[in-house]
């Protein structure tokens, strides 16, 4: 302690102590028993490579961003291939035979019906002979078995070139679904200057079948035209048949393109009114027409009717019930 009234002496300047490492004791084991024995040292095995670092994984492709150029190309390669080999393109054969898409029609209007009792189209047909006819060449001979004898010769009007009538009427007559099938009549032609010695009678035979030009059928001392479609006729006052040219060579609508059986029906019906009868209309709808029913201009009764109208008394030999037939040019109608 300082004595009064002296000054203090300053307090020495202390250094500060270094710092030292802090160390820490461990104490020795204590071991209990024997000292274990010494284990010798193996030596380290070599250390192995580091394995390589696994491959980074792809990266996922887009799966848009490919198919817009596949497409592309594959367009181009299809067009390429059409190109440079057509036959890719054709349709696929089969046995020899090209398999093509079924036609499809094309949208057509309708051809209306033609009119019953009209002309058929067809070949040329002179329009007008000489209005006068000479006797084809006959054979004499007798057709069928019946009492009853009817002679006729076979003519062609003057301007006309058609050897071939006469035997076409030969074989519709000796046809015996005709009228010789009956068993009434029996039929013989004859020739230009034979003469009827069997019976003593001139040479003027019971019926003239004469192939005629439409223009002279329609004359009114023949067939007229009153009924405005050509036709064939059987005249009374001298045993002539007049069998239209027109018809002879295009037939009629009702046998539908059939000129064999037109014909056929031609000569039977008009014989039919050199045998004394008359017109007859359809017995029952579907029914085989009757050879003596008009059917040059139709099958239908209504239809005939109608037609005959301008006819005085034909009007009601045909009633007009509506019945159709089929056409049918024999006395023998077919079941």
């Known amino acids: 302690m300082p004595e009064p009234g002296s000054t203090p002496e300053p307090a020495p300047k202390t250094e500060p102590e270094a710092r030292r490492p802090r160390t820490i004791s461990v104490a020795p084991a204590i071991s209990v028993g024997p000292p274990a024995p010494r284990v010798p040292r193996q030596p380290a095995a070599p250390a192995e490579p ?73 070949m040329a047909v002179t329009e007008a002979g000489g209005g006068t006819w000479h006797v084809l060449p006959g054979t004499g001979q007798k057709f069928g078995t019946g ?80 009924i405005p479609f050509d036709s064939s006729c059987r005249l009374s006052r001298d045993h002539r048949i007049v069998i239209n040219l027109a018809r002879w060579l295009r037939g009629a609508h009702s046998y539908d393109g059939d000129l064999a059986g037109y014909r056929s029906y031609a000569i039977n019906h008009e014989m039919g009114h050199a045998l004394g009868l008359g017109h007859v209309g359809c017995p029952a709808p579907g029914a085989p027409a009757p050879v003596m029913m008009q059917q040059t201009f139709g099958l239908s009764n209504t239809y005939l009717a109608n037609l005959n109208r301008g006819e005085p008394g034909a009007a009601t030999k045909v009633r007009p019930d509506g019945a159709v037939c089929r056409p049918n040019p024999w006395v023998a109608a077919p079941h």
Do not use: M, N
């Not at 490919?66 to 291939?81: D, E, G, N, S, T």
């Not at 030969?170 to 679904?177: F, S, T």
């Open 50 to 122: 580091p394995a390589p670092p696994p491959p980074a994984p792809a990266p996922e492709a887009d799966p848009v961003a490919w198919w817009p150029p596949a497409v592309l190309v594959f367009a181009v390669a299809l067009a390429l291939a059409l190109l440079l080999t057509p036959e890719a393109a054709q349709p696929r054969r089969i046995s020899g035979v090209a398999a093509a898409l079924p036609a499809v029609p094309a949208a057509t209007t309708p051809k209306p019906a033609p009119e019953p009792a009209a002309l058929p189209e067809g």
């Open 147 to 226: 009492e009853k004898l009817l002679t006729y010769t076979v003519e062609i009007e003057d301007g006309v070139d058609l050897p071939s009538f006469g035997h076409d009427v030969d074989a519709i007559l000796a046809d015996p679904r005709g009228w010789i099938g009956l068993g009434a009549v029996t039929f013989r032609r004859l020739g230009e200057t034979e003469t009827e010695t069997e019976t003593e009678t001139d040479t003027e035979p019971a019926v003239r079948i004469s192939l005629t030009t439409p223009g002279t059928a329609r004359r009114p001392d023949l067939c007229g035209f009153s």
